[in-house]
């Protein structure tokens, strides 16, 4: 039976911290097994995006306005945050973004495309399965939020159908 050290457990972290970093990952979790009674559980997380992007609402709302004038704000927030837009086609899942079939094809749909309820709009490749996301309803395609191969988490808003 192995020995581990503490220095051998750090450098682990170490190397997780790299990997998130390397692949734009916002969490990893990991279970190492040493033995029978001897294991070590990381769970390394990254928030400073989400806290960048919460005090942007808030100028908003500090600001006093007349009533008239305060819709106009509140659009703005709308369409700079595309997860709030009510367009917005969120991510099911955490994977990597195909907006083709393959390499080299043409995509699955384009800016000001319409589209069909159940249209397949782009492809989330996750643990070796391609998954094809569907478009919610029938409308146009006013933007697409996400570059091909990129990692989309859950939630991650991936384009936008009016």
Do not use: C, W
Not at 2 to 18: N, S, W
Not at 32 to 38: K, P, S
Not at 86 to 92: C, H, I, L
Not at 142 to 153: F, H, M, Q, S
Request: a negative charge; aromatic letters at 4%.
């Amino acid at each position: 039976m192995t020995k581990h050290t503490h220095d051998d457990d750090v450098a682990f972290i170490q190397a997780l911290a790299e990997l998130l970093n390397k692949n734009e990952l916002t969490e990893l979790s990991v279970m190492r097994e040493y033995g029978e009674d001897d294991s070590l559980e990381v769970r390394v997380v990254k928030q400073a995006q989400a806290v960048a992007a919460a005090p942007q609402p808030v100028a908003y709302a500090a600001a006093p306005a007349p009533a008239i004038a305060a819709s106009a704000p509140a659009a703005a927030v709308v369409s700079d945050d595309p997860a709030r837009h009510p367009g917005a086609v969120p991510s099911p899942m955490v994977g990597t973004v195909y907006l083709s079939a393959e390499p080299g094809a043409e995509p699955f749909v384009t800016v000001g495309a319409q589209v069909k309820e159940g249209q397949t709009l782009l492809i989330i490749e996750a643990m070796k399965t391609m998954n094809h996301i569907a478009a919610p309803h029938a409308g146009t395609v006013k933007r697409i939020l996400v570059d091909n191969g990129t990692p989309a988490e859950y939630g991650t808003p991936l384009m936008i159908v009016e």
